[in-house]
């Protein structure tokens, strides 16, 4: 290969070799290889040396119409690059601000706690203030202060868990009855709704952690008609019909005489059927007239005092209200469960 010929294989290859940079480095380091110092070009140049002087000028004005060539394929070059990059940059930047969003997923009330705020209500339109309290619970005000003596038999219904400072996972909201007498001064009507722990064996109807809505009201000449009163205005406005209430005996040590409350099924109406079990009537709470030992150990004097409490059991009703057939849903994180609630 003579070196015009050369001039020409490096001028094919260049513009062969130089498009494939992707970069302007690229295309800089690329350019040198052909037409820099240390490049091909120069490289044929030095071998002028042994030519004549025609030949010199023939082969060094093609060196140089060669390497203008390549100064302009790189510029051209270098400007595509330019552009393609400055698009690629704008596209990874390019925000559609007319795209529809995903909409927002709120979430909703437990069913549990919109019965409560339901009830919370209804008392308080009836004078009733909410009271709260701890869910550790100190044996005195869970089971002594109520009645149960350390031995007494009716604490084995409620077994419960134990911290190991003698304190316990209180077995129901029972305990502020005796929060209340201490800090109230009489008359009070209260409320106060809260969790409450057991050691049960968990079915469909029982766990070991359920809620309940303690209620209170002591006074003077309180008696079981004021209770069943309130309890009338309350499961008329929860079930949105009248229903009819029944009391039957029940035990409880912090009341005397303490009752059973049963109203008539809200399924058939007291007629008869198999959620009732054909009796026309359902268990719904217990409750009683404030036992004078509770009261004495409370402070007052129980001929001068009376009152009435009622512990109603929250996921029971909550159950009743929407034909929920299992307990265990309620903590069961289900979101298919809790969507029907929204
Ligand atoms: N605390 C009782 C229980 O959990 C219920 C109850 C409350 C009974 C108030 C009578 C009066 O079983």
Known sequence: ?????????????????L???QTEEELDKNKNLFIGKKGKLTSV?????NLSIEEKKAIGKRANEVS?????????????IKKEQLEKLIYSEFYDTLRPIKSQELGSLHPITKIQYEIEDIFVSMGFSIMDGPEVETDYNNFEALNFTSDHPARDMQDTFYVSDGNLLRTHTSAIQVRALKVLKPPFKIIAPGRVFRYEEVDASHENTFYQIEGMAVGKDISAANMVYTMNVLLTRIFQKEVKVRLRPGYFPFV?????LDISCTVCEG???????QSGWLELLPCGLVHPNVLKLGGLDPNEWTGFAFGLG????????????DIRYFHSGNLRFLKQFV
């Not at 203008?68 to 595509?80: C, D």
């Not at 005397?256 to 059973?260: C, D, L, S, V």
Request: a negative charge; one cysteine or more.
């Open 1 to 17: 290969m003579n070196l015009i010929e050369e001039v020409e294989s490096i001028l094919k290859e260049a513009q062969v070799f």
């Open 19 to 21: 498009p494939t940079s």
């Open 45 to 49: 140049l030095k071998k002028l040396g």
């Open 68 to 80: 203008t060539e390549l100064e302009e394929t790189v510029n051209s070059l270098r400007e595509k």
């Open 256 to 260: 005397e005489p303490g009752f059973e």
């Open 271 to 277: 007629k008869g059927c198999a959620v009732c079990k």
């Open 314 to 325: 929250l996921d029971r009703l909550v159950m009743m209200r929407y034909g929920i057939n």
